[in-house]
């Protein structure tokens, strides 16, 4: 009977096989790789569990919020299928263990109030490329901005 290979010798050839069919895999072989030493050094064998790949993405962050856990859940969902193509008992967390991977913050919608308070406070400031009234006034205030003065010449096509 031969012993199971090691975790990181499985997603080693994994990440090759994926470099092979053309994917750059730079954060997620990184990631992966933490993944395979986390497992080996907790003396897993056998089928991938989803109690291991949650321990790991919960425990292991640096900063362990709910978003790190699913950012590293979703690293190693794809290897996980993959590997429960292979080795039969492999199990696949589902993706929402720890809610969303991606999480869009709420704007800030300025009140009148506030947009009057920080108008004022700029009306008194200069801007790079002269005073921020006369950009606002002149309707370049970016262009002249970025291009230090006159806004360039505009070619515009002819359809």
């Given at each position: 009977m031969t012993s199971a290979p090691s975790m990181r010798s499985v997603v080693q050839d994994y990440l090759d096989q994926r470099r092979r069919l053309g994917f750059a895999l730079t954060?997620?072989?990184?990631?992966?790789?933490?993944?395979a030493r986390f497992a080996d050094r907790s003396?897993?064998?056998?089928?991938?569990?989803?109690?291991?790949?949650?321990?790991?993405?919960r425990?292991?962050?640096?900063?362990?919020t709910p978003i790190t856990g699913a950012r590293r859940l979703a690293v190693v969902?794809?290897?996980?299928?993959?590997?429960?193509r292979i080795e039969p008992g492999t199990e696949v967390p589902d993706a929402d263990v720890f809610g969303?991977?991606?999480?869009r913050l709420?704007?800030?919608i300025y009140t009148s109030t506030e947009i009057a308070e920080l108008l004022g406070s700029a009306a008194g400031r200069d801007a790079a490329a002269g005073?921020?009234?006369?950009?606002?006034?002149?309707g370049r205030?970016?262009?002249?901005?970025?291009?230090?003065?006159?806004?360039?010449?505009?070619?515009?096509?002819?359809h």
């Amino acid at each position: 009977m031969t012993s199971a290979p090691s975790m990181r010798s499985v997603v080693q050839d994994y990440l090759d096989q994926r470099r092979r069919l053309g994917f750059a895999l730079t954060i997620p072989s990184t990631q992966l790789m933490a993944f395979a030493r986390f497992a080996d050094r907790s003396g897993h064998r056998g089928p991938l569990t989803s109690r291991l790949i949650e321990e790991w993405a919960r425990g292991e962050a640096r900063r362990a919020t709910p978003i790190t856990g699913a950012r590293r859940l979703a690293v190693v969902r794809p290897f996980a299928k993959h590997l429960a193509r292979i080795e039969p008992g492999t199990e696949v967390p589902d993706a929402d263990v720890f809610g969303r991977e991606l999480r869009r913050l709420t704007p800030h919608i300025y009140t009148s109030t506030e947009i009057a308070e920080l108008l004022g406070s700029a009306a008194g400031r200069d801007a790079a490329a002269g005073h921020l009234r006369d950009l606002l006034r002149t309707g370049r205030g970016h262009r002249a901005a970025v291009f230090g003065g006159a806004a360039p010449a505009v070619r515009r096509r002819r359809h």
